[in-house]
């Protein structure tokens, strides 16, 4: 349950699909690293909140508790540590691990691909956040999905929400993880586990409601900068000092229209200390909707200036905000619409068949094919002694192959080849 085969043409689709993501990581400067599939245990429990009873934990190895990696970014952290590395530009691309009630049709697996983009190092505030947002966006629109936004928040701006509305220091990263579910249920569902599950008051709940449910630009920065209550709150107007700069940033980049200042944003996570993201694709299929529906997220990410002192014997720390795209999801949506359109996906890249019209010709065909693969030419031939030209033509048809090198008897003889286009049929001697 949970896991999938994936047959050429979704493997094709696949390829494409992360070579695309691939190649704008690439742009940005990133080097790939690669960590292992195991972690031990202990590395990860204690970092995902609530996702942590998804961990997939393995029995005893030799003396060791090991678990599968739930994400790439514990391990990424794990490994600056563990090399003393204080400044990286990374991208891995890797499948992690999490024990979920898989949902297939909506893109949740057991096992999947994660795609992250991360900047570790001590730098100037919002420069290298900016630019995991310009990455975002410029990921969404090269894949041509549709409309999306990009929701912004900070931690320190929901922590010091949560001071303001008088909830306990201690119960801010619960109320987070509660606050999370914002996207899928309404907020009198929140409110309710807030109050029943979480232990708020219900007076500290709508407090909080108020805040939650404002979304904007710089503008709503500017409006709760002014706000008396979290203007005298230190985590908040810090938070919203860097977002204003955040914002400055963005619109330097051409990209304000399509980035969302969303109080209800909180990420389950329990790592992150900073800004926030998360990318939502709007729904498109029904041009009659008057607000645009969430289709769900397809890119998530944010600061975390903490995590790699967890594993520092020292406690060193190295700042890093880093994102990751939802590739499983994205997938999902680029398959459904491939079926719809009925559009034939090539699954292999051959660029020539070669081809005999007459029998006993297989030496020839044997000749000349090696010539082409080790003039690096991608070719194919069928494996029978003596196939039918029709036959073979067809194949080229059936799969996509462009050419077909033919050679017989005559073209032999002239020192020749003849060339064919499958899809003109034009043919020229070569």
Same mark, same amino acid.
Do not use: F, H, M, N
């Given at each position: 349950q949970g896991t999938r085969d994936h047959p050429p043409a979704q493997a094709a689709l696949r390829e494409r699909l992360l070579s695309a993501v691939v190649s704008c990581f690439k742009r940005h400067g990133a080097a790939a690293i690669d960590t292992p599939v195991l972690e031990l245990r202990e590395t990860l429990v204690g970092k995902y909140g609530e996702g942590a009873k998804l961990i997939y934990e393995l029995q005893d190895q030799g003396g060791e508790l090991l678990a599968l990696r739930y994400d790439l970014t514990v391990p990424f952290a794990r490994y600056l540590a563990m090399n003393k590395i204080t400044k990286m530009k990374r991208y891995h691309v890797a499948k992690v691990y999490r024990r979920d009630n898989p949902a297939t049709t909506r893109g949740r697996y057991r096992e999947f691909y994660q795609c992250d983009f991360d900047i570790a190092g001590q730098f100037d505030p919002m420069i290298p956040d900016a630019e995991c947002l310009k990455i975002v966006h410029e990921i969404l629109s090269d894949l041509q999905l549709g409309d999306f936004v990009i929701k912004v928040n900070d931690r320190r701006i929901l922590n010091g929400v949560f001071a303001?509305?008088?909830?306990?220091e201690s119960k801010f990263i619960p109320a987070c993880c509660t606050m999370d579910k914002l996207d899928k249920v309404p907020w009198e569902e929140v409110r309710s586990e807030m109050v029943g599950e979480k232990g708020l008051s219900p007076e500290a709940a709508d407090r909080i409601g108020e805040y939650v449910q404002l979304h904007g630009g710089l503008d709503l920065i500017e409006q709760l900068l002014q706000d008396p209550k979290l203007s005298q709150n230190k985590e908040a107007k810090e938070g919203l000092g860097d977002m204003k700069l955040l914002f400055e940033y963005l619109t330097l980049f051409g990209i304000t229209g399509k980035i969302s200042f969303d109080l209800s944003l909180a990420r389950g996570l329990d790592y992150y200390t900073g800004v926030i993201f998360e990318a939502v694709l709007l729904q498109q299929e029904n041009e009659h909707v008057e607000e645009p529906v969430s289709v769900g997220s397809v890119a998530g990410g944010g600061r975390y200036d903490e995590l790699v002192g967890m594993f520092d014997a020292?406690?060193?720390?190295?700042?890093? =905000? +880093?994102?990751?795209?939802?590739?499983?999801?994205i997938f999902s949506i680029l398959e459904q619409r491939l079926e719809a359109s009925g559009e034939k996906l090539r699954t292999t890249e051959t660029q020539v068949l070669v081809a005999t019209p007459q029998k006993h010709l297989l030496a020839a065909r044997m000749k000349l094919i090696s010539e082409l693969w080790d003039a690096g030419i991608k070719a194919e031939m069928l494996y029978k002694k003596d196939p039918k030209l029709l036959k073979?033509?067809?194949?080229?048809?059936?799969?996509?192959?462009?050419?077909?090198?033919? =050679? +017989?008897?005559?073209e032999l003889a002239d020192g020749v080849v003849k060339l064919r286009d499958i899809?003109?049929?034009k043919e020229v001697r070569m």
């Open positions: 303001v509305c008088g909830v306990p020292k406690g060193r720390k190295v700042p890093c =905000v +880093g994102v990751s795209i939802g590739i499983e999801r073979q033509l067809q194949y080229c048809e059936d799969t996509g192959i462009p050419l077909a090198a033919i =050679v +017989g008897e005559q899809a003109t049929r």
